[in-house]
């Protein structure tokens, strides 16, 4: 089992840029495949991007591909999603999630295939 707090979140004007951080507990967060989801109000949670347990594969959503990065630090426990070139439309609660199994396109998009997530950051880029 693994417990996930992000944060990182706050606001930040369109073109700027902020740095999420999900720390987990438990020695076994290097066994976990990792993603980012992000729920603004009114719409459905949306994959945002997703990494693999050791880091050398990643997956972003097209809207977000070329302005984030998503990495790791298994040593530090840690889960990051560097975000450049804010847009409005990118203001949302951000949510980190740890999954099992195997990281295949596309089930490492979907939310119900992640065990454990945490309690969301929220982000609001201002025009």
């Known amino acids: 089992q693994v417990q996930l707090v992000e944060s990182g979140g706050g606001p930040v004007q369109t073109g700027g840029s902020l740095r999420l951080s999900c720390a987990a507990s438990g020695r076994t967060f290097s066994s976990y495949h990792m993603g980012w989801f992000r729920q603004a109000p009114g719409k459905e949670r949306e994959f945002v991007a997703a990494?693999?347990?050791?880091?050398?594969?990643?997956d972003y959503a097209d809207s977000v591909k070329g302005r984030f990065t998503v990495s790791r630090d298994n040593a530090k426990l840690t889960l990051y999603l560097q975000m450049n070139s804010l847009k409005p439309e990118d203001t949302a609660v951000y949510s980190c999630a740890a999954a099992n199994g195997f990281f295949a396109f596309p089930p490492r998009r979907r939310s119900g295939n992640y065990q454990y997530w945490g309690q969301g950051t929220q982000v609001t880029v201002s025009s």
């Open positions: 990494i693999r347990s050791r880091g050398d594969s990643t």
